[in-house]
């Protein structure tokens, strides 16, 4: 697999249907879910301590995303991390809001540091909150001061692979330029429209495709989420393309689940904008 | 009523308008609730057991989902199930991915051993962990080796006419094809499209439009559940129909929701497909 | 900014695009999210009394929202609320269900009374409960005998002023008639369609616009609130106009979202039906 075939990297995920353990926020998880199973995996949904890691026992990998974080999702995450890292699971973190308040800062920093991420998936100011850098978060969305521009491309590149160097983990960097980096090589994906961010949940969507792809593809896992993120791309462009002048953001959003359901391996590998840094 | 006028259910809804209270997970809360409007009742979700058993009491019926269980939750379940028992309200139980984890396990079975539940809907192979029976369960899925197929249909009938009996429960076991049966009463009922596993939440909201449909015709609660089974599986069909070479599962979603809401008794009626056995 | 510049208040809200916090139900929080992105706010959801003070800090305004309430999000409402009033932040009560159950009418009375609150939003049977009134609540809608027409608008105008004074807040009660009013003006809107009550989270949606518009106008915010009223029904008004004959009340839920999304402020100016009373 290599970046002229990403659609490898779906054909596997529909194959082998992966089962995606997500912790996530009560916000977004009904469009979770249903965007794990238009991509051909399954999802399980389940927070509470007590059954944690019988579930993420017999899934394939698990997602983590702090989004409406709370004292009993918490313990859920170290639970479900700690068994999912004896299992060697992938485990995805999104760090949802990361810089917006002292818990979500720590616990986000809590899961990097002791848990054997996988991949770690977050806009710019998230992101930086995670690597302790001075972010400029406006809430659960990036502050203009950290939007990825074509004049920053290669400082945000190098930001991202010192990251991945230093938690042994991909670093995807989503926003209009979204960035992939592992310790030694980056890319970058132009994919995706502006409407995607007049929708809550593109997000937390796309971690759990990282999670879908991650699992389906672990030995080439780089590739993986450079899949699932042009995928997301380019499902919002085919969404975007399809709306007409009635539609707005409610019709956008089933567009985009829609557009992720009716993927292939073709269309990505033919539509996938990707740059190797 | 009898099985030709299974219209008579749904028009006992949308005459009655039942309140329903839930108690389920939210990841499909939403679509729950609005599934509940669509076929005429009246929606309340709460789940904190300071006030459950205040909501149960002005409601005609109780839905318990175990999708999401947690602390929380499980006390909310026990203190509206006993209000429940004793106002003598009908009690739907959902054992969503009983088999799954233990406490999913331990807490389905004994939300059906002490409660004095009316109609337990799930899966195959949550219907078997409920029995204590080997089962394949797949998260929240029935295993490959739990569907229902012509095969095994009569043994399949006859595990849950046992189960209904040692119950005293209607048990109703979704798949391709259905099964709905008391102590001495089997159906099978055989609408519905395979889309409908594409989704999340098909089963959460069946058995929500169960506990409607049983709140409203209680006498005749074996066909008011085979009406509620034969409505999803009929406004699946229809969805279907409608769906154009750009919808996926997200328009598949809404669509079903649009034929719960447009289905009406004569169509119920003509386009039903229901087997005694 | 007066009512016949209705359609300043949505442009306020356009151009300076309020973080909103809002502590909400699970039911309906993804609704209430894509209806401020589709309003041009910004939402954050956020419950645990460990991070909601931060939360609360980097927002312009608090919606506290009832529905599903539990023992955290209590706890999380009375922490966010002291935090929002020494900020001097507006904050909106929608106090679902109230009258429901003993736990929702007390924990509604509560905020009202202990917060300096801005506006509260809700159904006649919720707010007559706010009130200490005798009220008719069927769960979470308004008993048939709390609608509000054109047989008892003047007396329920006046009930809603006198509220209105004794709680220093504005009051907006909605139904097929909705009332707005402070302690010296009261305003009637006639917009809307009865198919808004055939799904759920109607009510919740409008209470966070009206966070958005209060924010973003808050020395004219009674016009605010009325605008935001109006937007939502013109919305249902719109949303109503495009179904087709398979559509139901699936579809209509997304095309209520897009309709607030491609709300403008002249189409609001001139479908907005404000009566002074």
């Keep these: 697999m290599d970046l002229e075939h990403l659609g490898e990297s779906?054909?596997?995920?529909?194959?082998?249907s992966?089962?995606?353990?997500?912790?996530?926020?009560?916000?977004?998880?009904?469009?979770?879910?249903?965007?794990?199973?238009?991509?051909?995996?399954?999802?399980?949904?389940?927070?509470?301590?007590?059954?944690?890691?019988?579930?993420t026992s017999i899934c394939g990998g698990l997602v983590l995303n702090i989004g409406t974080l709370n004292q009993r999702s918490i313990e859920g995450m170290r639970v479900a991390g700690a068994r999912s890292a004896e299992l060697d699971h992938p485990i995805v973190?999104?760090?949802?809001?990361?810089?917006?308040?002292?818990?979500?800062?720590?616990?986000?920093?809590?899961?990097?540091?002791?848990?054997?991420?996988?991949?770690v998936r977050g806009n710019m100011s998230e992101i930086k909150a995670?690597?302790?850098?001075?972010?400029?978060?406006?809430?659960v969305d990036a502050g203009p001061d950290d939007a990825i521009t074509r004049d920053n491309l290669e400082s945000s590149a190098e930001f991202a692979r010192e990251l991945a160097a230093r938690l042994h983990?991909?670093?995807?960097?989503?926003?209009?330029?979204?960035?992939?980096?592992?310790?030694?090589?980056?890319?970058?994906?132009?994919?995706?429209?502006?409407?995607m961010s007049s929708i809550t949940g593109t997000g937390c969507m796309l971690s759990c495709l990282v999670g879908a792809h991650v699992i389906a593809s672990f030995d080439e896992r780089l590739d993986a989420v450079v899949s699932a993120v042009a995928c997301m791309g380019i499902a919002g462009e085919v969404a975007r393309a399809r709306m007409d002048a009635l539609d707005g953001s409610g019709s956008f959003r089933i567009y985009l689940i829609d557009a992720?359901?009716?993927?292939?391996?073709?269309?990505?590998?033919?539509?996938?904008r990707v740059e190797v840094l």
Excluded: F
């Design 93 to 119: 973190v999104d760090p949802v809001g990361a810089g917006a308040s002292a818990l979500r800062t720590r616990i986000a920093t809590e899961l990097v540091d002791t848990l054997p991420v996988t991949v």
């Design 18 to 55: 992966p089962l995606v353990h997500s912790i996530t926020n009560y916000v977004t998880a009904n469009d979770c879910a249903n965007a794990l199973l238009a991509c051909g995996a399954s999802p399980i949904m389940s927070d509470d301590a007590a059954e944690v890691a019988d579930i």
């Design 10 to 16: 779906l054909a596997r995920v529909r194959a082998t």
């Design 169 to 195: 983990a991909i670093i995807a960097i989503t926003g209009a330029i979204d960035i992939v980096a592992d310790e030694t090589r980056v890319r970058a994906i132009t994919n995706g429209v502006a409407m």
């Design 130 to 139: 995670i690597a302790g850098a001075a972010a400029s978060t406006r809430g």
């Design 260 to 272: 992720i359901c009716n993927m292939d391996a073709p269309t990505l590998d033919r539509r996938a």
